[in-house]
């Protein structure tokens, strides 16, 4: 932006001309998109900001409600439930992920046949869909009769989690829904990373007498840590979103067991329609987010190591 | 030799819930849940796969998705490209500024402005229309984002080169840049084409009509309604993977390749 305004200053009108012709030309490729962007986007992302500080019901008149919205969010028990599941989904979704998309990426990194086919299996579940995921997931599942409790039965196990259908282990079979569905995206990227660390770090590492661990650690681990914060930060945005997968799964319950903040949006906006307080909350999570990744750009000084 | 074990047993923990599905598919119902499990039917029913078409009206559903795919997909390839064109390669005013704002919007969950954007789709009166999600998809930050880190990494000399010859930024763009950038282009479309099959909260917010709704829509509303018959939900989830697998498989190598190089440069 600096270089456009010296050019400015000293441009005779016919160059002038010629910069305003291009700074047009410009313009018209970006603009497509940008009318769009702006009006379906940007001017919601704002008025989602007033909307929380309004009451309105969609139909009838809207009227300011100050800081109400945010009070009542306070006494709000299913909202502090679902912050809690939130954070606990955030919590178990994020390391689990990664660790198993580093182990993957480090299988995966050795001169292997049949690769391509490996890392395409992995990778499949990324892109299925979500619905039909879940569905699966339920039936391998089931209490009663699924092939997982069927097998845990047949060895021995006397009573098997009910699963998405226990309170107490609904959350976990939704992680684990959600860890086998992502793994592959973040292992790809953690391959990519791996493939791009000069050999001759490891030679050197070997003539100084490194083990296998040590090279892992004192090599490996540093050189991955711009895929690690990449990931770090995607994935934590992701999993304060996460939705489809508990509305297909378990739609929030049994009980409150999985109403994760987005499915608590959901409910208040469109079957409440209470649109300003589920803009309130829908702040409350733009605010988590933001403070978190802000929280992650600003420790990335600590351990992120670029070369 | 314990490398592969190890991978294979991963693979067909990572493949299971889709074998799982096919086989099931392929079963009378009371036979899905049955202990041990045959994993291969002795005799496949392969009538549960014209019985889902005619159960609701799947094939509609299918061919909403279709459409909405092929249409949000072609848009977005159009405007990204355009769009990142630009950013990537030409100076503006305010070019930066602007580029923050998409990038901010990347952040930001969807979910934070759904709300106001389905009241101003009522405004607009077009709630329960195709139009609602295609004017919604169609103009992606994300997709921006993608395409511009991709140009970055063609050499300006090429385009001086074009310039000084004479050629037209757009001509540039559609005879130059596109076809340099058919592994970003084909990534985006998988990732768009991919996104917007499987999207399920669009169309459960916006479509009412039975006429509209898509094939996720179509397939949960199958669950709701056969929730005892497991054979078809599968039957029924399988067709919904099909033309996912078809594009994956046609375009994975590039997809892989546009992952790792958005991934790595960040």
Same mark, same amino acid.
């Given at each position: ?82 912050? $809690? ?34 890392? $395409? ?18 039936? +391998? ?16 196990? #006397? ?32 391959? @990519? ?12 590492? &070997? ?6 661990? #040590?090279?892992?650690?004192?090599? $490996? ?5 711009? &895929? ?21 799964? $378990? ?57 | ?82 769009? &990142? ?31 106001? #954007? ?65 592994? @970003?282009?084909?990534? +985006? ?27 996720? +829509? ?49």
């Amino acid at each position: 932006m600096s270089s456009l305004s010296l050019n400015q200053t000293t441009a005779s009108p016919g160059k002038r001309r010629s910069q305003l012709k291009k700074y047009a030309i410009a313009y018209s490729f970006i603009l497509p998109n940008l009318i769009g962007f702006a009006i379906f986007t940007l001017i919601p992302m704002g008025f989602s900001l007033v909307l929380a500080f309004m009451n309105w019901d969609g139909a009838n008149q809207i009227s300011w409600a100050g800081f109400d919205n945010f009070s009542r969010l306070l006494r709000d028990e299913t909202f502090r439930i679902s912050l $809690t599941n939130t954070l606990i989904f955030v919590a178990g979704n994020v390391p689990l992920t990664m660790v198993a998309a580093l182990g993957l990426a480090m299988l995966l990194n050795q001169p292997l046949r049949g690769r391509n086919f490996f890392r $395409t299996t992995f990778f499949f579940p990324y892109v299925a869909s979500l619905v039909a995921v879940a569905v699966v997931w339920n039936m +391998l599942f089931f209490p009663s009769a699924g092939p997982v409790n069927s097998l845990l039965s047949a060895l021995g196990v #006397q009573n098997p989690p009910r699963w998405s259908a226990s309170v107490d282990w609904a959350m976990i079979t939704v992680i684990l829904a959600s860890v086998w569905k992502g793994v592959g995206y973040y292992m790809i990227i953690y391959l @990519a990373a791996l493939q791009s660390i000069p050999t001759i770090l490891y030679e050197a590492a &070997a003539v100084d007498g490194a083990n296998a661990w #040590q090279k892992f650690r004192y090599v $490996t681990l540093p050189m991955l840590t711009p &895929a690690t914060f990449f990931i770090s930060v995607m994935l934590t945005i992701a999993s304060f979103k996460v939705f489809d997968l508990i509305m297909v799964m $378990t739609g929030g319950g049994p009980g409150r067991a999985t109403n994760v903040l987005v499915v608590h949006i959901y409910n208040t906006a469109f079957k409440e329609f209470r649109f300003g307080y589920s803009s309130s909350i829908a702040m409350v999570l733009l605010f988590m987010v933001l403070a978190i990744t802000v929280v992650q750009f600003y420790m990335e000084k600590r351990w992120v190591n670029y070369q | 030799m314990m490398t592969y074990a190890v991978l294979i047993i991963l693979a067909v923990f990572m493949l299971l819930p889709f074998l799982w599905m096919v086989s099931a598919s392929l079963k009378l119902d009371q036979d899905v849940f049955r202990v041990p499990i045959q994993w291969i039917p002795s005799k496949p029913v392969w009538s549960n796969f014209a019985t889902i078409w005619t159960r609701i009206p799947f094939l509609t559903f299918f061919g909403n998705s279709l459409k909405l795919t092929v249409i949000i997909t072609l848009l977005q390839l159009f405007t990204s490209s355009f769009a &990142a064109y630009a950013f990537a390669k030409l100076k503006f005013p305010g070019r930066d500024w602007l580029f923050l704002a998409y990038i901010g919007s990347i952040a930001i969950p969807w979910q934070v402005y759904m709300v106001p #954007q389905f009241i101003m789709m009522r405004r607009l009166d077009l709630v329960d229309t195709h139009l609602s999600l295609i004017l919604l998809q169609a103009f992606s930050a994300f997709g921006v984002f993608l395409l511009r880190q991709f140009f970055i990494s063609i050499p300006d000399e090429i385009l001086d080169a074009a310039r000084i010859d004479g050629m037209s930024e757009y001509g540039i763009f559609f005879r130059i840049m596109l076809p340099l950038s058919k592994p @970003a282009l084909a990534t +985006l479309t998988i990732f768009t084409a991919v996104a917007v099959w499987n999207d399920f909260m669009g169309p459960l917010i916006y479509l009412n009509s039975q006429s509209l709704k898509t094939i996720q +829509l179509g397939l949960r509303m199958f669950i709701q309604q056969y929730g005892a018959d497991y054979a078809l939900i599968m039957a029924a989830a399988l067709v919904s993977l099909i033309p996912v697998v078809i594009l994956f498989v046609a375009l994975q190598r590039f997809f892989v390749e546009g992952i790792a190089s958005t991934g790595v440069k960040g």
